[in-house]
């Protein structure tokens, strides 16, 4: 599975963004699917997850109510949308495929990146 991550963007605190997830390759509807991100100096952490189906959803305690990960598996994308952003989300944020839980090793699939920065 190839993915291709976009939406990041410069915000200001308080607004929203939606990150997409293009998918292609392999079938991503057998796929359970995540969102990581990583800012400078700190470890990949693990922000929001679905499941192949979508039909479970798993949130960081961070981004739980502001964040919606969701996902079309007939047209091989993924999204993640962004609302109340704050400054502390700017991070570069990744899809990832092909793994489950929180931990980014147990990730197969990732996409490259879409920088996210949300100013005070």
């Known amino acids: 599975v190839q993915l291709q991550a976009s939406g990041g963007g410069l915000v200001q605190a308080g607004g929203s963004l939606r990150l997409s997830c293009a998918a292609s390759?392999?079938?991503?509807?057998?796929?359970?699917m995540g969102w990581f991100r990583q800012a400078p100096g700190k470890e990949r952490e693990f922000v929001a997850a679905i499941s192949w189906s979508g039909g479970a959803t798993d949130y960081t305690a961070s981004v739980k109510g502001r964040f919606t990960i969701s996902r079309d598996n007939a047209k091989n994308t993924g999204d993640l949308q962004m609302n109340s952003l704050k400054p502390e989300d700017t991070a570069v944020y990744y899809c990832s495929a092909g793994g489950s839980g929180r931990t980014p090793l147990k990730y197969n699939y990732w996409g490259q990146g879409t920088q996210v920065t949300v100013s005070s």
């Open positions: 390759g392999h079938s991503f509807s057998n796929y359970n």
